[in-house]
């Protein structure tokens, strides 16, 4: 089994976001907090391509999927 090396940084490249840790502590700053109600892949400031990155990570438990539960976290907090 490969263990992944990715970090909040790199899924933010992923997702075609800046991700330097200001642009990640702000983003995070800016979506919080995420309503318990809503999923993260559903939020209304993802693209459609980004949602549907994130909902497969998420679904497929795929190698992004713990850094995905980590922003998913950040936003709720």
Known sequence: ??????????????????????DVQRFIAEHRP???EVRLADADFWTPAQSQFLRE??????DWAEVVDQLNLALRA
């Open 57 to 62: 990570e998420t679904q497929e438990d795929a």
């Open 1 to 22: 089994m490969e263990l992944s090396n990715h970090t909040i940084h790199s899924l933010f490249e992923q997702l075609g976001l800046p991700s330097t840790e200001a």
């Open 34 to 36: 995420l309503s318990g």
